[in-house]
């Protein structure tokens, strides 16, 4: 049994550091680094591992939750930087790039305009690009025609939320979470150089079905301090919960009211950061004790 897992711990090692440098080490010219041989190409099968199947008979309790992940927190900085990759190699994106590049190549096609995921809401290229580029036309005292562009960069994209569902597995026996969609959230381009431009109001950008993007997730590979020949993909620490969170919104009979207001919505703790931190909290630790309350008889 030690010998098997030693030889599963090569393979995986081994299939990291194909992924992150290959022919780094053996490449005559710069353009043969990251170009996989045959050999290497036959090897290296690397897939997003797949989600278990789960009926809805085998849930005995869920829950769906949204949550805002802060990018100026240290913990969050994987899926912040870099801001842009014009000096470094191409599979070293931010999480928003990483997001943008898969719907530019149509690899991902799953997007929407609220987290709800309806049919009639499902975004176009023409919706997207509304959302992150604006060019506003004027007149200058002078008579002539000026415009100004704007647009959302991935620097200015400091924030994500993220819908999930917690949900106890009675065949496994045990409390799981599953990520349902993901959202940047960025400044109103229509907005801004405008009086009514507010820096700190951040909108969903858009949603994107996270099952859609898991592809290009794992494509994109997140540098490891420890590690540098084993990067690990987006998809890895986003479905492993790498990540710092606040609670913004629990399903609820209150058609879902948030904690704390935005985007068009009005939270039930208002004007108290600490209050809202508490809420957050109060609903984190209500699902920790589900997994708890469910062996006690």
Do not use: C
């Not at 869920?62 to 802060?70: A, G, Q, T």
């Not at 913004?248 to 009005?266: F, H, M, S, T, W």
């Not at 109060?282 to 062996?295: L, S, V």
């Amino acid at each position: 049994m030690f010998k098997k897992s030693l030889i599963f711990l090569f393979s995986i090692l081994t299939l990291g550091v194909i992924n992150a440098q290959a022919n780094l080490l053996s490449a005559v010219k710069a353009s043969d680094v990251g170009v996989l041989s045959e050999d290497q190409i036959s090897v290296d099968k690397d897939e997003p591992l797949k989600y278990g199947y789960v009926a809805d008979r085998d849930i005995l309790w869920s829950k769906i939750v949204w949550e805002e992940i802060d990018l100026t927190q240290k913990f969050n900085f994987p899926y912040y930087f870099p801001k842009d990759n014009k000096d470094l190699s191409n599979n070293r994106l931010s999480l928003f790039n990483t997001l943008i590049t898969g719907i530019e190549t149509g690899e991902i096609t799953e997007v929407y305009r609220s987290s709800y995921f309806k049919k009639t809401e499902k975004f176009n290229a023409e919706d997207i690009n509304s959302k992150l580029n604006y060019t506003r036309t004027y007149t200058g005292k002078d008579g002539i025609d000026y415009s100004d562009s704007y647009s959302v960069k991935s620097e200015g994209v400091t924030s994500f939320m993220i819908k999930g569902m917690w949900f106890f597995d009675k065949r496994q026996g045990e409390l799981k979470y599953r990520m349902l969609g993901i959202a940047p959230l960025g400044a109103d381009v229509k907005k801004e150089g405008s009086a009514a431009y507010d820096p700190d109001e951040k909108l969903e950008l858009f949603w994107v079905f996270f099952p859609d993007a898991r592809k290009t997730l794992h494509n994109s590979k997140v540098f490891n301090p420890e590690n540098s020949a084993n990067p690990i993909s987006f998809d890895h620490i986003l479905n492993s919960r790498r990540f710092s969170s606040f609670i913004l919104r629990e399903q609820n009979v209150y058609a879902d009211r948030p904690i704390r207001g935005g985007d068009g919505l009005k939270g039930y703790v208002k004007n108290n950061s600490l209050f809202q931190l508490l809420e957050s909290e109060r609903i984190k630790e209500e699902i920790r004790n589900k997994e708890i309350d469910m062996w006690n008889y």
